[in-house]
């Protein structure tokens, strides 16, 4: 494992959220370029960019703006943990700690919608989270989406696209 635990970003989020999006942890590419999904063969950003209507190339602040100006929140479930590469099978379970999920939904009242980038996001999420949360907080719809992750060759981009066309374009208010 790694000597040093890693450390996760902070949010990206309104206050005004309506919708939140979690992964596990960031992976190696992640956490080298301090941004979300910088592995460049991960589909969540081009996925976003298609459900938001902008271009999948804008430089990562603009792409981040784009997600906070459309009422969606991006975080992890882990704050911290060791892991060996990057995929969600190698964290150590043992050295996770959670983001602090109460102060969030406390500042983010008009989140609704909870969705998890992959099965490994869920689980911890329900094991670690969901047991100490208020019952507001508890009580959020959750959706439990197909990973970006190009580890996730299971589903095809397309499979992707319309799972999470699903999701997000639900969560959008009514023009």
Known sequence: ???RPLIGFL???RRD???LILGSMPGEASLRAGEYYAH????????????LGFPAGLPYPARAARLRESGIALWDVLRTCH???SLDSA???ASAEINDFTSFFASHTRVKVVCFNGGAAEN???RLVLPGLPARAAGLERHRLPSTSPANARYSYGTKLQAWREIIN???PEA
Do not use: K, V
Not at 40 to 51: G, V
């Open 83 to 85: 892991r060996r590469g």
């Open 17 to 19: 959220a309506r919708l």
């Open 40 to 51: 460049p063969r991960n589909a969540f950003w081009p996925i976003i960019a298609e459900l």
């Open 124 to 126: 911890i999420y329900r």
């Open 91 to 93: 964290i150590d379970h």
């Open 11 to 13: 949010p990206i989020a």
């Open 1 to 3: 494992m790694n000597a």
């Open 170 to 172: 639900g969560s959008q």
